[in-house]
């Protein structure tokens, strides 16, 4: 196996098998449009990395951790919908990074890796910095699974019960962020949401349990960036949107199962 394929894999099943869990918690709690405004600021994240000379990833990360954190304080002040603020904030935050990324004429941009990813382009520090925030982002679900499960049933009711409901929700938000940042790389702008959403969706005909959907949503995720890369090398077609690809066809794969009574 060629050491960028090799690379891309262990990057790829990184992201999937946290993007599982959390994807999970985004069918429960009707997440994904929150999902894609995460994801569109990302571009944003990118602009800023430039005209602050930093780090590209971790102006990305930062740029998604305080639009989640601004997302979060505006759903409080209830002025608008969420639907129609997410809609808002999505759109505009992508057109406002595109813009502003077109404005650097003397820096060449690979915009289209930004939007549809480039997974075969990761190097070794951004395996180790994947797999270091996925692992991370892992511990943390672990030791907030029963919190956010409470929220998730009965957000009044796990208030009641002394579940601090609004630290819990944007604790789920901000690590939402974290994966949508390092997600980038690996499927882009315009698909992260869609790694974290079919995965979870197909293991939801699956499940019997919350905890059985959320390892299933992780092992189709990873099965899907297996397939993904191996139509990728063997048909030179582009790796993300092929991992995305295989994830809607084992989506399809399990509609085929009947639904237990």
């Known amino acids: 196996m060629p050491d960028f394929l090799l690379l891309a894999l262990i990057a790829g099943i990184a992201v999937a098998l946290v993007a599982g869990p959390l994807g999970a918690f985004a069918v429960w709690r009707r997440m994904a449009y929150f999902g894609d405004t995460l994801a569109h600021s990302a571009l944003l994240g990118v602009t800023f990395g430039l005209l602050l000379n930093i ?31 997410l809609g808002i904030l999505a759109h505009s935050t992508l057109a406002l990074g595109l813009v502003c990324i077109s404005l650097f004429s003397d820096t060449r941009i690979d915009l289209l890796a930004y939007l549809f990813g480039d997974i075969l382009a990761v190097s070794m520090e951004d395996v180790i910095t994947i797999c270091l925030i996925s692992l991370s982002v892992c511990i943390a679900l672990i030791f907030l699974w029963r919190p956010l499960l409470s929220i998730t049933v009965h957000e009044e009711l796990a208030l009641v019960e002394g579940v601090p409901v ?14 949508i940042a390092i997600a980038m790389k690996i499927v882009g702008v315009l698909l992260i949401t ?15 349990s919350p905890e059985q959907m959320a390892i299933f949503a992780s092992l ?11 139509a990728s090398y063997f048909w030179d077609t582009p790796a ?5 690809l295989a994830a809607t066809g084992l989506f399809v794969l399990t509609l085929l199962k009947p639904q237990s009574n």
């Open 220 to 230: 189709l995720g990873a099965t899907a960036v297996i397939c993904g890369l191996t």
């Open 194 to 208: 869609a790694l974290m959403i079919i995965p979870a969706a197909a293991a939801r005909r699956l499940s019997r």
């Open 166 to 179: 609004t630290a819990i929700r944007t604790a789920l938000m901000l690590l939402m962020a974290l994966v």
């Open 55 to 85: 780090n590209l990833n971790l102006a990305v990360a930062l740029g998604c951790l305080t639009l989640a954190l601004i997302l979060v304080g505006l759903q409080h002040k209830r002025f608008l919908a969420t639907d129609t603020l």
């Open 240 to 244: 993300g949107p092929a991992i995305v």
